[in-house]
């Protein structure tokens, strides 16, 4: 009965949903129709459609996930997908429109009675359900290379010198003997720790409890159980594994019944079916006859003799076959000779005279079969992850992202102040450019193309979690190319061609792939710094912009740059070859309150009265992220956690240990603004 009850709820929002797509296609048919020059006019009708279908989207996602019939989940997967496809195709034409990557809806919102929340761009869980035995095996092949490897690099750097037999007793004697002496110490002062809680006791009159009585009293009062409170949640997770169970169970199924039903209609049917096609090609011969002879003019042919004008119709069709085949070889070779003759035009505009000597680009991707064999996918795998060019992506999800929405963004607009985007634009952003198209192939072939992303901020603002989170969410394969990653290894230029083509082959056989560039401002130099010349950071340079060239909508890749200081590259370069440039700015106030209420929490805190975390949140002011994050870790240690029942949390704790940190200046985030 609950199963039946939650069918007819998800069908009911199912409808609800395409009721509202199909009144929205309507009403965008009827904008679309309607020229108009007003650019704010423009901005709030493309910006109302694009929450609407946000709204659609966020309905749909959920009708997906929990829908269990295998053909009803086929076709909302294909609405699922366009929707994603319009929503991506709305904010490119707003990007366009106000040349800039972040909108403030606030406005709009407040028309439609919205909150901030309800226009947060979820992500499909079937980007990772769907995949999940593959993204395992992934996970454990790449575990098994990264162990074998760190022991033969461990073998290497330590090899084992013969020791004679006494001096190893003697090494063992000492160390045993420490580690006696560290226990008796820490025996000792338990012991002193002991006698001096009870000695104060008696100082102060209360009562010396023994270890017995202790117990029995916790054991009268003992702590609530988590799962006493938590019961709702965990009863939602067992309900969401049963549905997925029965998901899985439905589909294979109806991959079953594909096969049986059409056997089935095969035995049963097929004579029938067979008697049809065949009555119905006689009609068509008898057909054709009455159309040939039926009304022709044969006055003419009084000794029955052969028609030619039946003959040149049938000879003209074989005739016109004959000379096209020799027509279309003909023009093959004409505009094989017009390429060769502009390439030569175009060679010696570039090189008059002078040949440079070996090898061309493009012979690089054809340097395995000059090796006569080609090298398989998990031979080049391992040959990454051992190099260090492969990485395992830290689990990381786009949730843990915190931050708080820009409230006033379309006010200060109106008054000719442009806002610093929110932490949670930034998250949208990722979201939209580089989380859907990863996830979805359709989305990814048919939505405006997105091959590169850069994400500039000052140091401690959570760029390199943004690309893992990147990763977790959609189960992508990690490349890092960091200038500092890639010194030494492959030397030479054809060395670097080599790479990127392995990178790169690997990358579109295992996609979804990201390729992460850290430092991206180090391959852009205007002028290399000469404690950094060895490292040689300009090698992809002129071959990044190459890559991006060969990338395919059928390819999902993504190359995402990170950088704190890309004020240091040559901007023309630079600006080339990343597409869209994502400005991570240091947490506002409302996004330091929910970061500081959350982090403390989340490492064993209590928030109480004694604890003003607006306070916190004011006084940290151009702190980022990473400070709150590693002032956090410096407060709450075990001890500080026990402590907490009778000596709460105060902010003086935590503002103490920021006095050592330096702050991210108005100074410098202006830098990066402009």
């Not at 509202?20 to 650019?39: F, I, T, V």
């Not at 439609?112 to 947060?120: E, F, I, N, S, V």
Request: glycine share 4%; aromatic share 8%; hydrophobic share 40%.
């Amino acid at each position: 009965m609950h199963n039946k009850t939650e069918h007819t709820a998800y069908n009911k929002m199912w409808h609800q949903t395409q009721e509202a797509l199909n009144s929205l296609l309507d009403k965008e048919s009827q904008k679309m129709m309607e020229p108009q020059r007003n650019q704010v006019f423009i901005f709030q009708m493309l910006a109302t459609f694009y929450i609407k279908y946000v709204q659609i989207f966020r309905n749909l996602e959920n009708v997906y996930d929990q829908i269990v019939h295998p053909q009803k989940r086929i076709l909302i997967r294909k609405i699922l997908d366009a929707v994603m496809g319009r929503i991506l195709e709305l904010k490119n034409e707003m990007v366009e429109l106000e040349l800039t990557e972040f909108h403030y809806f606030d406005d709009i919102l407040q028309d439609l009675k919205l909150a901030p929340q309800q226009l947060d761009i979820p992500i499909p869980k079937y980007f990772l359900k769907e995949k999940l035995e593959i993204i395992k095996g992934r996970e454990k092949i790449l575990s098994q290379i990264l162990a074998e490897s760190e022991l033969g690099v461990s073998a290497k750097k330590y090899q084992v010198k013969p020791m004679p037999l006494e001096e190893a007793v003697k090494l063992i004697q000492i160390a045993e003997r420490a580690r006696q002496g560290r226990l008796r110490a820490m025996f000792m002062k338990q012991i002193y720790l002991q006698e001096y809680r009870a000695k104060q006791a008696r100082l102060l009159g209360d009562k010396v409890a023994d270890a017995g009585a202790a117990a029995l009293r916790i054991q009268k009062n003992p702590p609530p159980l988590l799962n006493e409170v938590s019961t709702a949640i965990i009863q939602a997770d067992r309900l969401s594994h049963l549905r997925n169970k029965v998901q899985i169970k439905h589909e294979e199924e109806y991959r079953d019944a594909l096969v049986t039903i059409k056997d089935d209609l095969k035995l049963t049917e097929g004579l029938d079916i067979k008697e049809n096609l065949q009555d119905q090609i006689r009609h068509w011969f008898i057909e054709c006859s009455a159309d040939l002879w039926k009304n022709r003019d044969e006055s003419w042919n009084f000794p029955q003799d052969y028609d030619p004008e039946l003959i040149r119709e049938d000879k003209r069709k074989e005739l016109e076959s004959e000379i096209r085949a020799q027509v279309d070889e003909l023009m093959r070779q004409e505009l094989k000779n017009l390429k060769l003759a502009v390439n030569r035009e175009k060679e010696l505009s570039v090189r008059p005279g002078k040949k440079k000597g070996g090898k061309k680009v493009s012979d690089a991707y054809a340097w395995e079969a000059e090796g006569g064999t080609e090298l398989t996918i998990e031979s080049l795998y391992k040959e990454l992850v051992e190099e260090g060019l492969l990485i395992q992506a830290l689990k990381v999800s786009l949730s843990d992202y915190i931050g708080e929405y820009s409230y006033l963004g379309t006010s200060l607009r109106q008054v000719s102040i442009e806002p610093m985007p929110s932490l949670l634009d930034v998250r949208q952003l990722i979201t939209l450019y580089g989380i859907l198209p990863l996830g979805s192939a359709a989305v990814h072939e048919k939505a405006p193309l997105v091959k590169s992303l850069l994400l500039a901020g000052p140091s401690g603002v959570g760029k390199k979690m943004l690309v893992h989170a990147i990763c977790t969410e959609t189960g992508a394969n990690l490349f890092n190319l960091s200038a500092a990653n890639i010194t030494g290894k492959y030397p030479g230029k054809n060395g670097l061609q080599m790479m990127l083509h392995v990178v790169f082959k690997v990358a579109r056989k295992l996609q979804p792939s990201v390729v992460w560039i850290g430092d991206t401002e180090k391959t852009f130099y205007k002028k290399v710094p000469h404690a950094e010349r060895k490292m040689e950071p300009k090698r992809l340079k002129k071959q990044l912009p190459k890559m991006l060239k060969l990338l395919k909508p059928d390819d999902r890749i993504l190359i995402v740059g990170t950088t704190k200081r890309p004020f240091d590259a040559e901007l023309q370069s630079f600006c080339k070859v990343y597409q869209k440039i994502i400005l991570v700015p240091r947490p506002d106030y409302a996004s330091r309150y929910v970061l500081w209420k959350e982090i403390i929490q989340r490492h064993g805190g209590v928030i109480t009265d004694t604890l003003s975390v607006s306070c916190l949140a004011k006084i940290t002011d151009g702190f980022t992220q990473g400070h709150i994050v590693r002032v956090v870790k410096e407060v709450l240690t075990e001890r500080r956690i026990r402590q907490q029942p009778n000596k709460p949390l105060t902010a003086l704790e935590f503002i103490a240990s920021l006095t050592s940190m330096n702050p991210v200046y108005q100074e410098e985030e202006d830098s990066f603004k402009n």
